[in-house]
């Protein structure tokens, strides 16, 4: 199996910084692309940013220029550094991967949509 977990949420003020991390745990050969959702209360989940692992990126056009991604492959983590914080990226940012090879047993799987269970980011004065 293949499990996702985030860390770095919490409280920061206007304009400030926080950062993500997303580990992926088990006995992983490859991941493909991984990536950032957010989901703010009453609203649906939106991409934030994502990276191949042939190193493309791409991101919401409300975190532009504010939000980087970046990724250690040696370590299955992928991070989300996010500078310049406003109210409206308050919300639960949640970890993905689409898809992931991984050992089950003595059988090697191919283990798809992966998602971890969310941190929570609020940026409040």
């Known amino acids: 199996q293949v499990q996702l977990v985030e860390s770095g949420g919490g409280l920061v003020q206007p304009g400030g910084s926080l950062r993500l991390s997303c580990a992926a745990s088990?006995?992983?050969?490859?991941?493909?692309?991984m990536g950032w959702y957010r989901q703010a209360p009453g609203k649906q989940r939106d991409l934030v940013a994502t990276?191949?692992?042939?190193?493309?990126?791409n991101y919401a056009d409300s975190v532009k220029g504010r939000f980087t991604i970046s990724r250690d492959k040696a370590k299955n983590t992928v991070y989300l550094q996010m500078n310049s914080l406003r109210p409206e990226d308050t919300a639960v940012y949640y970890c993905?991967?689409?898809?992931?090879?991984?050992?089950?047993?003595?059988?090697?799987?191919?283990?798809?949509?992966?998602w971890g269970q969310g941190t929570q980011v609020t940026v409040s004065s």
């Open positions: 990276l191949t692992s042939g190193g493309n990126t």
């Open positions: 088990g006995s992983i050969v490859s991941i493909n692309a």
């Open positions: 993905n991967a689409d898809w992931a090879i991984a050992w089950s047993g003595h059988v090697m799987k191919t283990f798809y949509d992966l």
